[in-house]
């Protein structure tokens, strides 16, 4: 049974923009989305998470500045500037309840399919 729908991705250059956007009925009724991606040959890690009822947001280092991330009661987006080659790989939406703000990937129950973000230099 899909609950997230992962949209948007596609090969830009660096320096480029592209934005994402998950969907479901997953996004209307937990607490937090994130966004993880997964390069090849390395382990899935955290992009940046947001607090549906408070806007509350964190981010990895890698992307601070960088990326941003957004929800309504409809979808998630990760709005992605000054994209660099180390930024490519499989990026995946997640939503999980709960009260704490990680971005673990084991405490995400409900994944997206993945969308390929493919950034050259």
């Known amino acids: 049974q899909v609950q997230l729908v992962d949209s948007g991705g596609g090969s830009v250059q660096a320096g480029g923009s592209l934005t994402l956007s998950c969907a479901g009925p997953?996004?209307?009724?937990?607490?937090?989305v994130a966004w993880f991606r997964q390069a090849q040959g390395k382990e899935r890690e955290g992009v940046a998470v947001i607090n549906r009822r408070d806007g509350r947001t964190t981010y990895a280092d890698s992307v601070k500045g960088r990326f941003t991330i957004s929800r309504d009661n409809a979808k998630a987006t990760l709005y992605m500037n000054n994209l660099r080659p180390e930024d490519t790989g499989m990026y995946y939406c997640a939503t999980r309840t709960g009260s704490t703000l990680t971005m673990t990937p084991r405490d995400y129950p409900t994944w997206g399919q993945g969308t390929q973000v493919t950034v050259s230099s």
């Open positions: 997953g996004i209307s009724f937990r607490t937090y």
